[in-house]
């Protein structure tokens, strides 16, 4: 070859990477996949289109990704990219959300797609809720795909849980309202950061949530979870308005969220405001993500919890992620008597005599058939 | 909101690639050098103006409040175009980087020559003392050090290389910066420098442990990125103080003695640290006993051989706090209170640095955690993982009464075992300390014996000929270290494979697991898959957080509850209550469905895929993204650099590569092989100082004159060890004869510390310029070599092309580098 030869094919060369749609600056803003539907709760601004799901309140420009990874502007409108597309599908225990409470014994067919609004750094699902659905590898499952499979695979429920449901709210919403034609329950897990007005819509289509109650403390949601404590607060009166079944799940991290006096601070809170039966579930952690270099939570720490949570009034207090510990039976908080008898995820044995205490008839809030 | 970033990493690539390419063409003499610069000028001339025109119309619109639609993509632009400006006007800056090193040598050069006279008049035994401490100082900073920062920060091969990597850079600019100084330092201050250098790494420990405790959020581990900004904070000042000594001393000493020999002292002050630290002190003593050794020693070194300070009482200031630190940190109250630092809301029981790693073990709230290099990896009370990792094979056999456990015993693994009530139970840990810290403090692990065998699994697989098990279970953690990968290689599997009964059964664990695994995970999961397809008929995933694989001759079941009908066996969490065969099997298969039949490679001892896979998985949690990033940049800089060095120290340069490379390929074969999991490393580096020392007393009778074409030839004697390299492992002739093989190592790894100094000891001789500026320089370029030859190997080569291709590799470079010094050197 000679110099001119190698001269012309490497600027042809360079010439062909500059032109090539895989060039290194960004691309406009690509077309609406299979997956995407116009997103619910916008509004445009003079910045760009601002998404009013959540109290992050992205404003995109054209082609700009959520913070919640799961949502994009297209030609002037945001667009929802997780509809139909869950990467998480497995048929759970009720048991393992946590609702014990809400059908007890039966199965929910659960799933999820990428994305979160959150960025805990102790995630548990961090390779979906980090993620981008564009990054994942998804099943392709349409709403009505969604109940059929749930009805296929014995399923009394369908839980939108794993990742952040909330980010792919119109996906759970629709589905939710065709398995509420076709007789399934419907179960929200999520960490409770939304608006109001989406959380009130969505209220008509749930039956049950298990919310993350993460701390009482603004600075450690902040700085754990990058987020805010009110709006979860806020979630969890409306929830409890609308009628929705609702229990909550605390995540006791040590030298994050295991101080025992934050812990009396969260349960006096709770019994003030009226959740004194609602279900409280302490979970022990162990490291995940990027919180490795923590221990598990000790199991003390957790009967402690319990102990404070039961003299702040709270009535049904339970402790999960702990194999053969007791604390995760039901007991009439009137007269003690054993009302579920666990055994892990199985349901050893069941007194509840229409939604009563066979002893001494103190009614036991939950949806018990 | 998620802002466009501006793309000062793809920009700086493409005009960096662009840069070497058209500097290549040039060197080829593809293109002249007036069009090479007129072709960079004209882009520097666009850039400039489409810069300024755009900053300019910015700052109207600013200053002047206009409305302007676009001009947030102007913004973009404008600073985008700045970063290609800027990266053009570096380029431009070293053309005419001559023009003022010229002036200033010239300058300096000639005042040098004029005023420059060595001034530091010491006694030869002075002289000798002054690089030995030197050496000695540098050599066991680092060793302690890099077992702290393991500590702190992620004790994976990436971060190892990383610390060594910027270690040696940072030494080499320092010795850099050493050749160019121009003010004369007096023997006091030199003195008081070294007491510094002695005192440093005690400084730096306890900053590692301030930062731990008040820096960093509660178990949040820093990602690459942030651990190596943290590692040039704290090693920078150090390094470049000690690289710059170096050099200093080489032109400031007054002496008869040549020029090479002080690399030669460094180097034997240095093999004397190596051999102390490695064989002697980690054994006997702490890291921080180590560290106030280090200062004791040095502070006696300086008062005793120089009689600095002068002053009795001075020195008695000196000594004493030196001593009295020494006394302290050996009591072990003193010792678990400084470590109990990085642990908030614990108690430190036990805090001890064996040669495997620092070993803490807490308690808290009535839980004893056990942290090895502060990664928690036992804990009281933790039922699920050490039932699901002995139930799940265990219950696979009809009658298991012979178990081999390696590893992660203490975690309740012994306690599961013994329900099954076993003829034999034999327990391998490699770390033996742990065990002996650790069981006084633990419950106890219930009736029956079990055999204690303080050695490593795979060692005693080896040893233990004619054994077999009916169950055998590895409790290694996941592959982020060469070392560790060794337990997920064909080799080991097909030794596990001997042991087994005919109907026995293998289970191992990887952390890639949980409700969605990502693509990295998957492929983590499908090589280990593959791997252990290659030795067992049947091989099964166990989906869960943790995913356990379950390897047999025979068929495997996940029908768990049904197996458990079978056997007497109490269990909480491997029970029906838990586990449900449906679940399980739905969840096992839609993971099959994801691991591929495409050809990813297995896992072998000399190509060691998952371990790289491991780490890219571990960014990817670190949502870090400079595992490539960082070998792009590395293999830039060493093209670069050996491109723009002088001939004169091309040499060295691709000898401290090679060498370091080679050395780092030898430990790795030996740790393989002969599973020497710690000695290796001291013993081969001893061995590789010591043939620097050699080298550089021996090359001119060997050679008998320093010439380009001798330095070439020592540079293809390199090439023939390489060439040997891949002979032994592609006619396996290192197993065959276990003790010859170790020997031949040896001896390959002392012959290039004898090529090295000896290239460095002609190189020195060679150079026109002024003899002790240049040995600075060169000493610069082995480092940086040595710099990226400590990194490169181990990171990139190792896994993604296997031993025997690196050593083809360096042939290659070696052949290749010898030809280019025939030819460049004028």
């Known amino acids: ?369 | 909101m998620t802002q466009g970033p501006y793309h000062l990493i793809s920009i700086g690539l493409l005009f960096i690639l662009g840069y070497f390419f058209s500097l290549l063409m040039l060197r080829m003499q593809l293109i002249q050098k007036p069009d090479h610069r007129k072709v960079w000028n004209i882009g520097l001339l666009l850039f400039f103006c489409s810069t300024a025109l755009l900053g300019f119309l910015l700052a109207v619109k600013v200053n002047y409040k206009l409305e302007i639609s676009w001009i947030e993509d102007a913004m973009l632009w404008h600073v985008n175009l700045g970063i290609g400006f800027a990266f053009i006007a570096l380029f431009h800056l070293t053309w005419h980087l001559n023009y003022y090193l010229k002036k200033r040598s010239r300058h300096r050069g000639s005042i040098e020559r004029e005023n420059w006279t060595p001034h530091l008049i010491v006694t030869p035994m002075q002289h000798k003392l002054l690089f030995l401490l030197l050496g000695y100082i540098s050599i066991l900073s680092q060793m302690v050090l890099l077992r702290e920062f393991i500590k702190t920060f992620h004790g994976n091969e990436l971060i190892i290389g990383v610390f060594l990597a910027l270690w040696m850079t940072l030494t080499s600019a320092g010795a850099w910066a050493g050749v160019r100084y121009r003010k004369k330092i007096g023997l006091p201050s030199i003195l008081r420098v070294y007491l510094s250098l002695g005192s440093a790494a005690l400084v730096i420990y306890m900053l590692l442990i301030l930062i731990d405790r008040f820096l960093f959020l509660p178990g949040y581990e820093p990602g690459t990125m942030a651990s190596m900004i943290y590692i040039i904070l704290l090693i920078s000042i150090f390094t470049l103080v000690s690289g710059f000594l170096f050099s200093y001393l080489t032109r400031a000493v007054k002496t008869d003695i040549p020029d090479a020999r002080n690399y030669m002292l460094d180097s034997l002050g240095s093999l004397f640290g190596g051999f102390l630290f490695g064989l002697i002190l980690v054994f006997a003593f702490n890291n921080i006993q180590i560290i106030s050794l280090l200062l004791l020693t040095t502070f006696l070194t300086v008062i005793l051989g120089f009689r600095y300070p002068s002053a009795t009482y001075r020195r008695l200031g000196l000594l004493l706090p030196a001593l009295l630190l020494f006394l302290l940190f050996s009591f072990p109250g003193v010792r678990k209170s400084i470590e109990g630092l990085r642990y908030k809301k614990e108690v430190v029981l036990e805090t001890r640095d064996t040669p495997y790693g620092n070993i803490t073990l807490t308690e808290r709230n009535g839980q004893v955690i056990g942290y090895m290099d502060r990664n928690p990896i036992m804990q009281t009370g933790d039922l699920s993982r050490a039932e699901e990792s002995v139930h799940y094979p265990a219950l696979q056999h009809p009658h298991p009464s012979s178990f081999l456990l390696m590893g992660g015993g203490l975690s309740g693994t012994i306690s599961e075992v013994k329900k099954y009530r076993p003829r034999v139970f034999d327990y391998c840990d490699a770390d033996p300390w742990f065990f002996k810290l650790a069981l006084p403090h633990l419950p106890p692990t219930g009736e029956g014996q079990f055999n204690f065998i303080p050695m490593d699994g795979r060692k005693w697989l080896i040893r233990a000929e004619g054994v077999s098990y009916d169950v055998i279970i590895s409790g290694a953690p996941d592959p982020y270290t060469l070392g560790w990968n060794r337990y997920f290689t064909t080799e080991f599997f097909n030794l596990v494979r001997l042991h087994l009964a005919p109907d026995g059964i293998f289970c191992m664990q990887l952390t890639a697991g949980g409700n969605y695994i990502n693509d990295k995970g998957i492929r983590v999961l499908n090589i280990n898959y593959r791997t252990l397809k290659e030795s067992f008929a049947h091989v099964v995933i166990v989906p869960g957080q943790i995913s356990y694989f379950l390897a047999s001759k025979k068929p495997i079941s996940l029908n768990f509850p049904a197996l458990l009908e079978k056997h007497p066996i109490q269990t909480t969490y491997v029970h029906p209550d838990y586990l449900d065969e449906t679940r399980l099997t739905f969840d096992s298969d839609m993971l099959m469905d994801r691991l591929s039949e495409d050809a990813i490679g297995i896992n072998s001892d000399m190509w060691p895929r998952l371990f790289f896979s491991s780490l890219a998985n571990l960014e990817a949690r670190m949502g870090s993204h400079s595992l490539l990033a960082s070998g792009v940049i590395a293999v830039i800089i060493f093209l670069l650099l050996m491109l723009l060095l002088p001939a004169r120290s091309t040499g060295i340069y691709m000898m401290g590569f090679t060498g370091a490379g080679i050395q780092i390929l030898l430990i790795f074969i030996l740790q393989s092989l002969y599973g020497f999991a710690y000695l290796a490393a001291p013993l081969m580096i001893t061995l590789f100082m010591a043939g620097i020392v050699l080298g550089i007393r021996v090359w001119k009778p060997l050679v008998r004159s320093a010439s380009p074409s001798n330095i070439s030839a020592m540079i293809w004697f390199m090439a023939l060890i390489d060439a040997l390299g891949v002979l032994l492992l592609k006619y396996n002739l290192l197993l065959s004869n276990p003790l010859l093989g170790q020997m031949v190592l040896g001896l390959m790894n002392f012959i290039p510390g004898i090529i090295v100094g000896s290239v460095y000891g002609m190189s020195v001789r060679l150079s026109k310029l002024d003899g002790f500026i240049n040995s600075g320089r060169l000493y610069s370029a082995d480092l940086a070599g040595a710099a990226l030859g400590s990194f490169l190997p181990v990171v990139f080569l190792l896994p993604l092309i296997g031993v025997a291709n690196t050593f083809i590799l360096f042939f290659g470079i070696n052949v290749a580098t010898g030809l280019f010094l025939l030819f460049r050197w004028r």
């Open chain 1, 1 to 369: 070859m000679d110099k001119r030869t190698f001269l012309k094919t490497g600027l042809c060369g360079a010439a062909g990477t500059v032109i090539c749609p895989g060039s290194l600056y960004a691309s406009p803003a690509e077309k609406p996949w299979k997956w995407s539907r116009v997103a619910l709760y916008q509004v445009e601004t003079p910045r760009g289109i601002r998404c009013q799901i959540c109290p992050n309140e992205c404003t995109l420009k054209e082609g700009e990704l959520s913070d919640c990874h799961n949502r994009k502007v297209y030609d002037g409108k945001l667009y929802t990219i997780a509809y139909g597309n869950p990467c998480a599908i497995h048929i759970d225990p009720i048991e393992k959300k946590p609702l014990y409470h809400f059908k007890p014994g039966s199965n929910a067919f659960s799933i999820a797609t990428a994305g979160c609004n959150l960025a805990c750094l102790n995630c548990q699902n961090w390779t979906i809720s980090q993620s981008s659905p564009e990054e994942t590898q998804n099943y392709d499952l349409m709403p009505d795909k969604v109940v059929s499979q749930a009805l296929k695979y014995n399923c009394d429920s369908i839980a939108y849980t794993y990742s952040e449901p909330i980010t792919f709210y119109e996906y759970m919403y629709d589905s939710a309202k065709v398995a509420h034609d076709a007789g399934l329950k419907n179960v929200l897990v999520s960490a409770g950061y939304i608006y109001n007005e989406p959380l009130l819509q969505l209220c008509k289509v749930i039956d049950a949530a298990n919310i993350d109650l993460k701390s009482l403390d603004d600075v450690i949601y902040l700085k754990l979870n990058a987020g805010k404590l009110e709006p979860i607060l806020n979630t969890l009166k409306t929830l409890k308005d609308e009628g929705v079944w609702l229990e909550i799940t605390n995540l006791v991290i040590p030298s994050w969220t295991d101080d025992l006096d934050m812990i009396k601070r969260m349960c006096g809170w709770l019994s003030e405001n009226g959740f004194s039966d609602t279900p409280l579930h302490f979970s022990r952690f162990h490291p995940q993500y990027k919180l490795q270099r923590l221990p598990s939570t000790p199991v003390q720490i957790l009967e402690s919890a319990k102990q404070i949570a039961l003299a702040e009034g709270l009535d049904y207090v339970y402790i999960g992620n702990v194999p053969g510990n007791s604390s995760t039976h039901t007991t009439c908080p009137h007269c003690n008597h054993m009302l579920v008898e666990r055994s892990g995820y199985h349901i050893a044995t069941f007194q509840i005599d229409t939604d009563s205490c066979p002893n001494c008839s103190h009614k036991i809030p939950g949806i018990w058939n």
